[in-house]
């Protein structure tokens, strides 16, 4: 089993791994709109997408697979009118591979937090 850290804080503190990696099997934690380099995070919720996807692929390519792996996502909105928003940026990141998904909208622990996006990747 491997772990994967992108050096967060959240992960330490909460006592979690950005993703473990089991045989054919990527797992990896929701992931918010931080840029985890600056602990900056944008206001607008596609962005926040954008940065969401982009830390979920390095780690994805750490672990040795690639976002086409991808076969499963669960997006969490903190807001059902973010959706018209944010769907541009998701089908920019999976409209070519189409994983199973689900959406919900519930509250994420920082207020700025608009949307958390967890993948399950498989790559035998």
């Not at 804080?9 to 380099?37: H, I, L, N, Q």
């Not at 979920?56 to 040795?64: K, T």
Request: proline share 6%.
């Amino acid at each position: 089993m491997q772990r994967i850290t992108t050096g967060s804080p959240f992960e330490r503190t909460m006592g979690y791994s950005r993703a473990v990696v089991k045989g054919p099997w990527c797992f990896v934690s929701g992931v918010t709109g931080y840029d985890y380099a600056t602990m900056e995070i944008p206001e607008d919720v596609a962005d926040q997408a954008r940065n969401c996807f982009a830390t979920i692929a390095g780690v994805l390519h750490e672990g040795g697979f690639a976002m086409e792996d991808i076969v499963r996502v669960q997006y969490t909105l903190t807001d059902a009118a973010l959706v018209d928003a944010v769907t541009p940026a998701l089908g920019a990141a999976l409209s070519e591979i189409r994983p199973a998904a689900t959406m919900v909208i519930a509250g994420l622990i920082r207020p700025e937090m608009k949307i958390e996006i967890e993948v399950t990747a498989f790559h035998p």
